[in-house]
T-cell receptor, first 114, second 114 residues
Framework: ETGVTQTPRHLVMGMTNKKSLKCEQH?????MYWYKQSAKKPLELMFV???????ENNSVPSRFSPECPNSSHLFLHLHTLQPEDSALYLC?????????????FGPGTRLTVL | DQQVKQNSPSLSVQEGRISILNCDYT??????FLWYKKYPAEGPTFLIS?????DKNEDGRFTVFLNKSAKHLSLHIVPSQPGDSAVYFC?????????????FGTGTRLTVIP
């Protein structure tokens, strides 16, 4: 595997379910990110991890819970979601959390909440 | 309020001609700008960037122009090829603050007609 991978690629869940999204980067990067892309809206940054520490939480509801066990893996744990949480969830990584670095994105997980 | 705007949701160009994609921003603290390209079912891929100390950056067929006084940047693709058909996202960051948070526009769908 190369680059940034995300699993699953598609997920359908009910509002009472608990599920997790997984992201893995094979680039040796130190920073990882979760983004949400809703229809006709720009990508919205949700969380930033640098060296496995969360450095940013953009007022994301607590029903989204990130976890970064090491610099290569990032999870997004989901519970009691709402239908408006249906979106494309993108993971990205960069060489560090410092500035002037481009981010490398995974293919995304298309989430549908029923 | 959206800090990065791409006011044209779509653009069609004949193969071999120039494609010009535009982006406006409102935050004068932005000093690093990137363009990403996205194919269906894939994550955004980095295309080209420019820092605020420059007004032009060129990479092969792709050139980005930055007009700081107008808070405007544009991506020129010449000559356009059918494989360039994709959604193009403009992004910006406040690199001078040390953060690598990217603010994205809503994207412009480019169609290159053979």
């Amino acid at each position: 595997e190369t680059g940034v991978t995300q699993t699953p690629r598609h997920l359908v869940m009910g509002m009472t379910n608990k599920k997790s999204l997984k992201c893995e980067q094979h680039l040796g990067h130190n920073a990882m990110y979760w983004y949400k892309q809703s229809a006709k809206k720009p990508l919205e940054l949700m969380f930033v991890y640098s060296l496995e520490e969360r450095v940013e939480n953009n007022s994301v509801p607590s029903r989204f819970s990130p976890e970064c066990p090491n610099s290569s893996h990032l999870f997004l744990h989901l519970h009691t979601l709402q239908p408006e949480d249906s979106a494309l969830y993108l993971c990205a990584s960069s060489p560090s959390g410092a500035s002037y670095n481009e981010q490398f994105f995974g293919p995304g997980t298309r989430l549908t909440v029923l | 309020d959206q800090q990065v705007k791409q006011n044209s949701p779509s653009l069609s160009v004949q193969e071999g001609r120039i494609s010009i994609l535009n982006c406006d921003y409102t935050n004068s603290m932005f000093d690093y700008f990137l363009w990403y390209k996205k194919y269906p079912a894939e994550g955004p891929t980095f295309l080209i960037s420019i820092s605020s100390i420059k007004d032009k950056n060129e990479d092969g067929r792709f050139t980005v122009f930055l007009n700081k006084s107008a808070k405007h940047l544009s991506l020129h693709i010449v000559p356009s090829q059918p494989g360039d058909s994709a959604v193009y996202f403009c992004a910006a960051s406040e690199g001078q603050t040390g953060a690598n948070n990217l603010f994205f526009g809503t994207g412009t769908r480019l169609t290159v007609i053979p």
